[in-house]
């Protein structure tokens, strides 16, 4: 869906190792996103990208970090991956230049489910 | 960003108009009203925005009042493939900390049904 490819779909990993998502986009967005989707707590965003190597904190950080070396790469990792991250992580992208951003949709992946055991 | 109000579910029958209400009392003067919609295992939807006047596209139509108070998503004609968790979503405009950030809600469970 709009150019937007998450890698891998599915995962189970165990306590302790270390994870990294992908998330590849074919639009040339500036702006990138992760969220993760829990039951009874809807999407929150993890972290967000607004230019390469420019990243930010979102509202559920502690325990994430991210890397945007390009445009269209934006890696979610989990350093040492927790039952508490077992969850289903999206992706987001959004076009941007100047200041006409604010009302620019974000667009969605479908996801990686991941499962920490 | 402000809240938003949506009932957690909705039924319909197939073939006629689905409309989704949201109130977003506390919305402020630059702050968009979206629609977004996910339906089961797959990502968020985008379906359309607004500022304060009524927009249309091939998807739906949004209606806001016009003390922007609330708001309406109205799919004209349900099909089952319109069954699907609808979010609106109040958003502020570009310059802001909070620039991107979707807040999501709860949504409306929407049912469309033969």
């Known amino acids: 869906d709009a150019g937007i490819t998450q890698s891998p779909r599915h995962k189970v990993t165990e306590t302790g190792t270390p994870v990294t998502l992908r ?3 074919t ?8 969220y993760r989707q829990d039951p009874g707590h809807g999407l ?3 972290h967000y990208s607004y230019g390469v190597k420019d ?4 509202e559920v950080s502690d325990g994430y970090s991210v890397s945007r070396s390009k445009t269209e790469d934006f890696l979610l990792t ?3 991956a927790t039952s508490s991250q077992t969850s289903v ?3 987001a992208i959004s076009p941007g230049a100047g200041t006409g951003t604010g009302n620019s949709p974000l667009h969605f992946g479908n996801g990686t489910r991941l499962t920490v055991t | 960003d402000a809240k938003t109000t949506q009932p957690p579910s909705m039924d319909c029958a197939e073939g006629r108009a689905a409309n989704l209400p949201c109130n977003h009392s506390t919305i402020s003067g630059n702050e968009y009203v979206y629609w977004y919609r996910q339906i089961h295992s797959q990502g968020p939807q985008y379906i359309i925005h607004g500022l304060k006047n009524n927009e249309t596209n091939e998807m739906a139509s949004l209606i806001i009042t016009e003390d922007r108070k609330s708001s309406t998503l109205i799919l004209p004609h349900a099909t089952l493939r319109d069954t699907a ?14 620039y991107g950030k979707l807040t999501f809600g709860q949504g409306t ?3 469309v049904h033969p």
């Not at chain 1, 990243?55 to 979102?58: A, H, L, Q, V, Y």
């Not at chain 2, 968790?85 to 900390?97: D, E, L, N």
């Open chain 2, 109 to 111: 469970i929407l049912t």
């Open chain 1, 44 to 46: 929150r965003l993890i």
């Open chain 1, 55 to 58: 990243t930010d904190k979102g």
């Open chain 1, 27 to 34: 639009e040339n967005h500036r702006y990138m996103y992760w």
């Open chain 1, 23 to 25: 998330c590849h986009q």
């Open chain 2, 85 to 98: 968790v609808y979010y609106c979503i109040v958003r502020v405009a570009a310059g802001g900390t909070s």
């Open chain 1, 89 to 91: 992580y999206f992706c």
């Open chain 1, 78 to 80: 989990l350093e040492s």
